[in-house]
């Protein structure tokens, strides 16, 4: 998004997700070095280097930008999934905790019970109806959102 920022927050997921990934490539590459010279070894280690890069270039990190009387989410290294919502037609923007792995079954994009949640980590947010449909946002300082879309101009932030 282009101008002035009133609020920008980048979320990365948690350390243990870098684990993960970090364990199986370690994993993936003790396994090659195991193996004798067979190449579809060879091949599952490339398959496993290119779907851990892939993850990380398409979903991580999430960007929360309000400018410009729009608030945007974008997930990425090309910002692409993203969403767009117009301030004006955001309706009870509250701050909220949640369970995501309860509520949501992860974290991430995520849809249940008719809400939309993006997140990448952490329990905290932003909960707001938009387009009849319930939104949250994951947010490491959902007070500063809140108070940031307000100052924007979005309808009933609380």
């Not at 990425?76 to 999934?81: A, E, T």
Request: hydrophobic content about 40%.
């Amino acid at each position: 998004m282009t101008g002035d920022a009133v609020h920008r927050e980048r979320q990365w997921v948690g350390w243990w997700v870098h684990l993960v990934m970090a364990a199986l490539l370690v994993g993936g590459v003790l396994t090659e070095l195991g193996v004798d010279d067979e190449p579809q070894s060879s091949l599952l280690l490339v398959v496993l280097v290119v779907i851990i890069g892939l993850l990380y270039l398409v979903l991580m990190p999430m960007e929360v930008e309000v400018v410009n009387e729009k608030m945007e989410v974008r997930f990425g290294q090309f910002g692409r999934p993203r969403w767009r919502f117009d301030l004006d037609r955001i309706r009870g923007a509250r701050q909220v905790e949640f369970s995501p792995l309860k509520d949501y079954g992860g974290w991430g994009i995520r849809t249940r019970r008719g809400k939309v949640c993006l997140n990448q980590r952490g329990d905290r947010g932003v909960e707001f109806d938009y387009n009849e449909r319930t939104y949250v946002v994951g947010s490491d300082d959902p007070e500063r959102l809140l108070e940031a879309l307000s100052e924007a101009g979005a309808g009933s932030a609380q």
